[in-house]
T-cell receptor, first 113, second 116 residues
């Protein structure tokens, strides 16, 4: 069965510190992988996506993610977080860019001043 | 980038009434739209796939008669929550993709439904 696991429900980091959000997936074929961010009361914004090619993907807002097939992981990273990064982050998989998406349960990021 | 608009952003209704939520693709035609539901502090769960000109495809466990989906045009899909109950209170989000270029999905800002 297709699934996405985000093992951390909450993560707290200090402003300026580095960040890594974990994501593991289970999918029969090679999936499209996504990271979305959701600010309070807002819709979803795509941070980055991966399907093929370079396994290190650069996204918006200084985020990057690395695809590791052997670990079925697609972790999101940022070298230095800003207070405005506080939000809910969702890892997701899909069969295609325009196909239905299966979301993880999300990781809420808190930023300490 | 492409824009998907949802209306209303927030709605409060009495138990037993029906509520319609609109999802519009503003600058592209979308043959397929998706409706998701997000419970408090939970992930987004796909409810159904809305196909223009045909019946929606519902995910397992989603009541078709409860959540009516109509995709009458290439730019508009509607979700009607019929005979709403307090347990239907949730955040509903739609998405659409531009089929002409294998484009990503764009998400609406969501609709917060509160049933009293």
């Amino acid at each position: 069965a297709q699934s996405v696991t985000q093992p951390d429900i909450h993560i707290t980091v200090s402003e300026g510190a580095s960040l890594e959000l974990r994501c593991n997936y289970s999918y029969g074929a090679t999936p499209y992988l996504f990271w979305y961010v959701q600010s309070p009361g807002q819709g979803l914004q795509l941070l980055l996506k991966y399907f093929s090619g370079d396994t290190l993907v650069q996204g918006i807002k200084g985020f990057e993610a690395e695809f590791k097939r052997s670990q079925s992981s697609f972790n999101l990273r940022k070298p230095s977080v800003h207070w405005s990064d506080a939000a809910e982050y969702f890892c997701a998989v899909g069969a295609a860019l325009d196909d239905k998406i299966i979301f993880g349960k999300g990781t809420r990021l808190h930023i300490l001043p | 980038g492409a824009v998907v608009s949802q209306h209303p952003s927030r709605v409060i209704c009495k138990s037993g009434t029906s509520v319609k939520i609109e999802c519009r693709s503003l600058d592209f035609q979308a043959t397929t739209m998706f409706w998701y539901r997000q419970f408090p502090k939970k992930s987004l769960m796909l409810m159904a796939t809305s196909n223009e000109g045909s019946k929606a495809t519902y995910e397992q466990g989603v009541e078709k008669d409860k959540f009516l989906i109509n995709h009458a045009s290439l730019t508009l899909s509607t979700l009607t929550v019929t005979s709403a109950h307090p347990e239907d209170s949730s955040f509903y989000i739609c998405s659409a993709s531009n089929p002409t270029g294998g484009d990503i999905q764009y998400f609406g800002a969501g609709t917060r439904l509160s049933v009293l």
